[in-house]
């Protein structure tokens, strides 16, 4: 498929199933028993009051939704040591038919330019395991686990950010 036939835009209310299906794709692939990823998957839908509150920005390709990315602004103490703010990613879906095509990546550099609007210090993505690698490749380090942290955590400095993760 071309370029010339995606676009990242906004979410909209008529998105919800779409990308609530990417969601499901996403948690049914978890490496987790199927009675887990069960529990987990109503905790992880969106719904018409997510999109009031976070930033939601989906890629479109020949007018199917498949990819969907959330952001917010990240709470202060769940931020790497010296960071005063940032962006805390906490959703990205990928349709399994458009993986490994750049969508997430994308989606990503989409969480960076807002990042680098809002000016803030770094954006923060708390993810399965099994994505350490794909935000490795996208810059993103380690953060050390404090206390009680999400254990999989990872930060990506915005350029000039005092803060190298």
Not at 104 to 119: K, N, P
Not at 133 to 161: C, I, K, L, N, T
């Amino acid at each position: 498929m071309t370029k010339s036939t995606e676009s990242l835009r906004p979410a909209r209310p008529g998105d919800l199933d779409a990308i609530n299906r990417l969601v499901a794709e996403a948690v049914e692939d978890w490496p987790l028993p199927g009675r887990v990823r069960r529990l987990a998957l109503p905790a992880y839908r969106y719904t018409e009051a997510d999109l009031m509150f976070l930033e939601v920005t989906v890629l479109e390709r020949a007018g199917e939704v498949v990819g969907a990315a959330a952001w917010e602004t990240a709470e202060t103490r769940e931020l790497p040591e010296g960071a005063a703010d940032g962006l805390l990613l906490h959703g990205l879906y990928v349709g399994r038919a458009a993986r490994g095509q750049g969508v997430g990546r994308q989606l990503v550099e989409a969480c960076r330019s807002a990042a680098h609007e809002a000016g803030v210090a770094g954006v923060l993505v708390k993810a399965q395991a099994s994505a350490a690698s794909f935000f490795a490749a996208m810059g993103f380090v380690p953060v050390p686990v404090r206390d009680r942290d999400y254990e999989q955590r990872y930060w990506w400095a915005v350029e000039g950010s005092p803060v190298a993760g």
